[in-house]
């Protein structure tokens, strides 16, 4: 497994090269994702013990913004609030030494586009993917095999580069203007989408695998309609 580490501001950023056991996300290859911590948060998991999920989601205001399925903003909820999720997140961020937390440099970016050649990106496995540089994430995607994206910051002016890359989140059947959506939604609202259903969901009868699809990939991606789910 590889990985690079560096800090910008409040937050903390890895990419990692390496397998993943959810055969929704990959079929076993080797894959790349992104991760942004908050320094709050690298700086509890490697300072303390017993604090428990809650308090460590609490801690998400720089790296997940105003999502509204953060732990900042009260409700939580996000699909990576879950306990498997949050002892891979500490084991993570406790291997995160002081001295790794340097400013990006181009050997870090070397080495992160070079671990991309060939590999699917998942973008945000946790975290708000738009705080990464978008010329970083430009760079990963040209030389990915294929990648994945989603972001709630897309009404945001600076957001707007990533429309490129991302998908909008959505839980609701409007569009999403200048940008493609991924709408997350219940069984009542989804029969009245028009968007493709999601081939990798249950509902879509697990017929693909996010790696293998890549539809949700932004305006120069894979795809040109909006995406569905049942939201989970």
Known sequence: MKKTVWSDGNNVFVIRKGKTSNDKISDGSELIQTYTFSV?????????????????????????????????????????????????????????????????????????????????VRFGTYGEPSLLPIE???????????????????????????????????????????WRSFQALSIEKIRKSFAVGCPASKEGGYKSNCATCGLCSGLLGKGKKDVKIIVH
């Open 40 to 120: 709050e948060q690298w700086l509890l998991a490697s300072t303390s013990k017993g604090f428990g999920m809650k308090k460590f989601f609490s801690l998400d205001g720089s790296n997940c913004l105003d999502c509204p399925f953060s732990g900042n903003q009260g409700k939580g909820g996000c699909y990576t609030h879950k306990f498997q999720q949050y002892v891979g997140f500490i084991s993570m961020l406790r291997s995160i030494k002081a001295k790794d937390l340097t400013k990006l440099s181009n050997g870090k970016v070397d080495d992160i586009i070079e671990m991309c050649k060939g590999s699917y």
């Open 136 to 178: 970083l994430v430009q760079g990963m995607s040209d030389v990915a095999s294929s990648w994945t994206g989603y972001t709630h910051q897309w009404e945001k002016d600076w957001a707007q580069p990533f429309r490129d890359y991302f998908m909008a989140s959505r839980h609701d059947v409007t569009n999403a203007e200048g």
